[in-house]
């Protein structure tokens, strides 16, 4: 149905801003009888606001992945379920996270390991997010 592909077109390059100012539940309805656009079912997911201290942010618990954002001014843990495995994303930074569908979340690049590229540190680097797309797209 055109609710189906509505959410089929959310998961795969649905964009949304959520404003975190104290710890945010992302919402996601498994057994939806109507087309409501969640933020949990969207693929990228741009945080913003100054939550004056890290926040913790609970996804849905299934599996998926989430290409997130933080623009905030500080760091935001993500969690699911009971929360047995999380991961901290720190402030003005960018990653590709997944949920297992088993109270775990995990940094998708956890093992990519781009110390330097080309003889520059994405660390100490002006052009880091480019430097480090460089690195995922070689």
């Known amino acids: ?4 592909l509505k959410r089929f077109e959310n998961a795969t390059k649905g964009v949304v801003d959520v ?3 104290g710890d945010t539940t992302l ?3 498994t ?3 109507s087309y409501a656009s969640e933020n949990g079912r969207q693929q990228v997911l741009r945080f913003t606001g100054t939550p004056g201290a890290t ?5 849905p618990n299934i599996q998926t992945n989430f290409n997130v954002l933080n623009d905030t001014n500080q760091s935001l843990t993500f969690s699911a379920g009971s929360g047995a495995a999380t ?3 720190v402030a003005g930074r960018d990653a590709m996270i997944y949920v297992d569908g088993s109270d775990e979340v995990h940094n998708a690049f956890a093992n990519l390991d781009v110390t330097t590229i080309n003889g520059v540190n994405p660390a100490n680097s002006a ?5 480090i797309a460089m690195a995922v797209a070689l």
């Open 27 to 29: 919402t996601f309805t």
């Open 55 to 59: 926040r913790t942010i609970t996804l």
């Open 31 to 33: 057994q939806p009888t």
């Open 127 to 131: 052009q880091a997010g480019f430097v």
């Open 87 to 89: 991961y901290t994303l």
């Open 1 to 4: 149905t055109n609710d189906n």
């Open 19 to 21: 404003a975190v100012s």
